[in-house]
C-alpha cells in the first residue's frame, strides 16, 4: 500500500481530503470530551535513527537529555543551529539507546534529516526517512493511555496502563508497531503502512470516533505543545515556545549544537518573548511563522507557531514579545485579526533553574 492507496481506503471510511489532511465530517459534531477519536496523522512524519553510536550522537546534537532518558520513554526535544534557532522540534522515542524515532511534522523532515546527517559521519549510525514507510494514528480523548493499552492489548502480566511519557512496542500481524502516549489526552501508534489499513478497521470497529487532524492540533494547541514547521524552521530559540518548560531542554547535559546560546539566554534571563495561545476571528489558517503586528501600522512584535479551526474560531499558539502582552497592548495578524489570549496549562513564566 502506498499513500494513494491509503487515501483511497480513508475516503471508503468517510474522509474528505483536504491539504494532505484527513477530515471526517460525520464525527465533527461528537463530544471531544467525552468520547474516544481516532486520527489519521498523514501530515505527520518520522525520522528513524539505528545503530551503536545512536544515543551518542544525538546527545551532542538534541536539546533534551536522551542518556537519562530511560529506554521506551519519550520526550519533547529539538535541534538546533549554531546560533541556537530550531531547525525542528519533535517528540524523540527511544525505543533503546540504539534505536530512537523522531516523529515531526511531515513538511519539515526532509530538511530535519539533512541537518542532522551533517553531523552523523563520524558515529555509526543510520539516519533515515521513515515517513512512507510507516504510518501514524492518533488516539486522542481522556485516559487516552489506559485506552489505548485495552485496545492494543499493551497491558499483560506486570505491565500497567501506557502512562504519559511512556511507549510500548507490539505485535500486530506479526509486525512491530509502537504505541507511545504523548500526554493524558494523546497517544501516538506508528506500524508498517501496509498494516494500517487492518489496524484501523479494528480500532474504528471497537468504539474510537474517527475524526480529522484539526482535533489532533486542537488538543496540542490547548497542552501547549509547539510544532516546527518548514516555514518556521531556524525562526525560534527553544525558550521562545516554552521547550524548556515541556521537559524538552537539559541544562545539565553538556554541549550540544547551539547550547551555548540556549544556556545564556536562560542562566541571564534575556528571553524577551515566549509561547502564549490565543483565539482569533475564522477565516483562512495563519502559516507557521506568520507576523503578529501592533495596531495601525505598528512594528512585528511576534509569530504564529500553529494554528487550527475550532468551530467558526481558530486556536493558535504564538511566540509574542512579553513586555507587549504586559502593557496591555492590542496584537493582530497583518489581515486585522485581533488576538485574544488564553490560558496555557502550564505556568509559562516558571524558572526550570529554580
Not at 519533535?90 to 519539515?108: M, N
Not at 471497537?206 to 475524526?211: C, E, I, M, Q
Request: charged share 20%; glycine share 10%.
Amino acid at each position: 500500500m502506498d499513500q494513494q492507496q491509503w487515501q483511497e481506503f480513508l475516503c471508503g471510511q468517510g474522509a474528505l481530503w483536504n491539504e494532505g489532511a484527513a477530515d471526517f465530517p460525520a464525527g465533527e459534531n461528537s463530544n471531544s470530551g467525552a468520547e474516544l477519536q481516532l486520527i489519521d496523522l498523514s501530515p505527520m512524519g518520522a525520522i528513524s535513527i539505528n545503530g551503536p553510536d545512536s544515543q551518542k550522537f544525538l546527545q551532542g546534537q538534541l536539546t533534551c537529555d536522551l542518556v537519562k532518558l530511560p529506554d521506551e520513554h519519550l520526550t519533547l526535544g529539538s535541534h538546533c543551529n549554531p546560533k541556537g534557532r530550531m531547525i525542528s522540534a519533535f517528540f524523540a522515542l527511544k525505543i533503546s539507546q540504539t534505536e530512537f524515532v523522531l516523529l515531526l511534522p511531515r513538511d519539515l523532515v526532509a530538511t530535519a534529516l539533512a541537518a542532522l546527517k551533517k553531523y552523523a559521519v563520524f558515529f555509526k549510525t543510520q539516519l533515515e526517512d521513515v515517513s512512507d514507510s510507516q504510518h501514524w494514528f492518533g488516539l486522542c480523548g481522556r485516559d487516552a493511555g489506559a485506552a489505548a493499552s485495552h485496545l492494543l492489548s499493551l497491558s499483560h502480566g506486570s505491565s500497567s496502563d501506557l502512562v504519559t511519557g511512556q511507549l510500548r512496542s507490539f505485535d500486530h500481524n506479526g509486525h512491530r508497531a509502537l504505541a507511545a502516549c504523548l500526554s493524558e489526552r494523546n497517544v501516538v501508534i506508528q506500524l508498517p503502512l501496509e498494516q494500517a489499513a487492518d489496524l484501523w478497521q479494528k480500532l474504528a470497529g471497537s468504539g474510537p470516533v474517527a475524526s480529522g487532524y484539526s482535533q489532533w492540533q486542537r488538543q496540542l494547541i490547548e497542552a501547549g505543545l509547539p510544532q516546527v514547521h518548514q516555514s518556521s524552521s531556524e525562526m525560534f530559540i527553544p525558550q521562545m515556545v516554552n521547550l524548556h518548560l515541556l521537559g524538552g531542554v537539559s541544562f545539565k547535559k553538556g554541549c550540544y549544537t547551539g547550547q551555548e546560546v540556549v544556556a545564556r539566554m536562560q542562566y541571564l534571563g534575556a528571553a524577551k518573548r515566549r509561547m502564549y495561545r490565543a483565539r482569533i476571528d475564522g477565516g483562512e489558517l495563519p502559516q507557521a511563522g506568520a507576523e503578529i503586528f501592533t495596531p495601525n501600522g505598528g512594528s512585528s512584535v511576534g509569530n504564529t507557531v500553529q494554528a487550527c479551526h475550532v468551530g467558526d474560531e481558530i486556536e493558535l499558539l504564538a511566540v509574542l514579545t512579553k513586555s507587549k502582552v504586559a502593557d496591555g497592548e492590542s496584537l493582530q495578524l497583518a489581515d486585522g485579526r485581533v488576538l485574544e489570549l488564553l490560558e496555557l496549562p502550564y505556568d509559562a513564566d516558571a524558572d526550570p533553574l529554580a
